[in-house]
């Protein structure tokens, strides 16, 4: 076994049960014993997790290693680039920051900084994540209990009712049973499997905010230095968890209701003729957090909110033949890890995480584009209607139709769509982007190129007031705000861009047709990932590419334009 010590099935310990595990559950965190592992695959909510046999599992490793040389060439990290707000050695300075301008010492740079300030304004972040997934883990509890004492008063109100019915009404009882518990037993266990989840995050950052003291304290100043510098790239990683947090169904207020038959009491006398007492249901509402919004000075050790591009990899892990046998238009993975791919002006394919088929979505044909709204909820394009339909994937039906009214001197041409701020970004007419809320009203129409040269808008990503897009004309990715305004272009050695995604930093992920490149958030950095020049998949990855990254996670896919396959793609840093 790969562990130094037997691994614990976790449902079991709960239980006060210590029962050796026989599978690790990765989205659970957790080990399972072959009797809970059995009840896993069956429920619905954790049959698709990713498992492995608890003797390839490999614990992972939460200290820092504060390390005082360069983990590429060895050296002593002597220099300073305040460009790329990053500690360097000598020969990181002369190949990849010979352009860089201010290098200073690294000495000079710790003699100035003030540690014990900088500590304080991580551990402020810290309690401040803290103080946010405290108010989750509370309000989620109460949740729970105010959850069971509706239930129970459902259930008492129908007691009472059968006092006076007949054994007809023994049967819709138990049916009406079944169905609440089954749908508190679906809410509650998805409610307790977030506390889980929350604790750990809290669990992880109280284990950060520990060793930030501990780093501080008994360390010398370099190791302080590079240890703080360190631990603010692992809060800011939590700073994004939270951010995502906002739009996750799982925060939502959860409460049990059930739409009692008003014509009851009229009916007792029908009994044989009535088929239910009443729909159970759940009610989701939204929840406001209370985030510190007090002023905060500038921490000492500047740190980016990205992940250092120069380090990253990506490998392909594995290929799936799926054979849709129609050119491909789009792809996303949802939120629970599942993809969409969507045939060329035709149907909507759905896969598990592991890219397993499942099923098609049951919408019309000649979709183009596809986004998520929420959890159960899709927005897809359809260019031939000029429209939207914003689609229930639980439900499966279509819930909303939004037109897309014509513009004025502007071609009917539709090319990507992306959902943020409640709103949907669709690229129209080549060179328009229009914002769309979810109630029909266009927010803005946004004219991306003001020469009246038609940009060819190919993909876009909107998140943060920010619409970034490929222009297959110009050869360049564009970062623009929400009013049109130019923030940053990328057109370094750019032969063709067309589908893009963000990775979990924020970072952009771009097809240029046989590479798939990877540009910083602020668009001053890039590199390539793979490249079909010097690739031993080169036939595979010529001609169009679509990708997407899992939510929260360093893996996803990539597909051909010709849905042959999918390929499962990780990334790592070096």
């Known amino acids: 076994m790969a562990t130094s010590k037997p691994v614990q099935c976790g449902p079991c310990q709960k239980g006060n049960d210590n029962t050796e595990a026989d599978i690790w559950c990765y989205n659970c965190d957790e080990g399972l014993c072959s009797t809970c592992s059995g009840h896993h695959k069956r429920f619905n909510g954790t049959l698709n997790h990713k498992t492995i046999s608890i003797k390839n599992y490999k614990p992972s490793t939460k200290t820092i290693n504060l390390k005082t040389e360069c983990d590429k060439h060895g050296q002593q990290l002597n220099l300073y680039c305040p460009s790329h707000l990053m500690p360097c050695c000598d020969e990181c300075i002369s190949t990849s920051h010979s352009k860089c301008t201010g290098i200073k010492s690294l000495a000079n740079i710790i003699e100035n900084t003030k540690i014990e300030k900088c500590k304080e304004s991580v551990e402020e972040d ?10 989750m883990v509370n309000n989620k509890t109460t949740n729970i209990q105010t959850g069971e004492q509706k239930c129970e008063g459902i259930k008492k109100s129908m007691i009472k009712i059968r006092q006076t019915i007949n054994k007809h ?39 950060i905010r520990q060793h930030l003291h501990a780093v501080v304290t008994h360390t010398p100043k370099l190791q302080s230095f590079l240890g703080v510098h360190q631990i603010e790239q692992q809060v800011h990683q939590c ?104 045939e060329w002006r035709g149907k909507l394919h759905l896969f598990t995480s592991s890219g397993i088929f499942q099923k098609q979505l049951p919408m019309p044909d ?48 539709f090319m990507g769509l992306s959902f943020s701020n409640n709103s949907l970004a669709v690229g129209y007419g080549y060179c328009h982007i229009v914002i769309i809320d979810l109630k029909e009203n266009i927010q803005k129409v946004i004219k991306v190129n003001e020469l009246n040269v038609c ?39 750019l032969s063709g861009p067309t589908k893009l995604c963000s990775d979990t ?70």
């Open 126 to 135: 810290i309690n401040s994540i803290l103080d946010l997934l405290n108010q």
């Open 169 to 207: 009404l023994d049967k819709l009882e138990e049916k009406l049973c079944q169905e609440i518990d089954r749908l508190w037993n679906w809410e509650k266990s998805a409610a307790i499997d977030f506390i889980s989840e929350l604790e750990e995050k809290r669990k992880n950052l109280k284990e």
């Open 239 to 342: 700073q994004r968890y939270i951010e995502d947090l906002e739009d996750d169904e799982r925060t939502k207020e959860v409460d049990i209701k059930m739409n009692q038959n008003d014509e009851l009491e009229k009916m007792l006398s029908q009994l044989e003729q009535m088929e239910s007492f009443g729909k159970v249901m759940v009610d989701k509402t939204e929840i406001t957090l209370k985030r510190d919004t007090s002023g905060r000075t500038d921490p000492q050790v500047k740190s980016r909110e990205k992940s250092n591009i120069n380090n990253m990899t990506m490998n392909i892990e594995t290929k799936i033949e799926i054979n849709i046998k129609g050119m491909i238009s789009d792809m996303i993975c949802l939120i629970d890890g599942r993809v969409i791919v969507v």
């Open 366 to 413: 000649e979709a183009y584009s596809v986004a998520q709204i929420n959890n159960n909820t899709i927005s897809v394009l359809f260019p031939e209607h000029t429209a939207i339909r914003i689609f229930n994937m639980e439900k499966e039906t279509v819930i909303k139709f939004i037109k897309l009214n014509t513009l004025k001197n502007s071609i009917a041409h």
């Open 455 to 493: 940009d060819d808008i190919r993909s876009l990503v909107y998140c943060n007031d920010r619409i970034i897009y490929s222009d297959w004309d110009s050869r360049a990715v564009n970062c623009v705000d929400e009013s049109g305004e130019l923030i940053w272009q990328y057109a370094q050695d």
């Open 505 to 574: 930093y924020g970072n952009i992920i771009v097809i240029d047709k046989d590479r798939i490149i990877v540009v910083s958030k602020d668009g001053q950095d890039s590199k390539v990932l793979i490249s079909g020049r010097d690739s031993h998949d080169s036939k595979e990855l010529n001609g169009d590419l679509f990708i997407c990254f899992k939510r929260n996670e360093s893996s996803g896919f990539i597909c051909n334009s010709f849905g042959n396959y999918l390929k499962k793609i990780n990334v790592s840093l070096r």
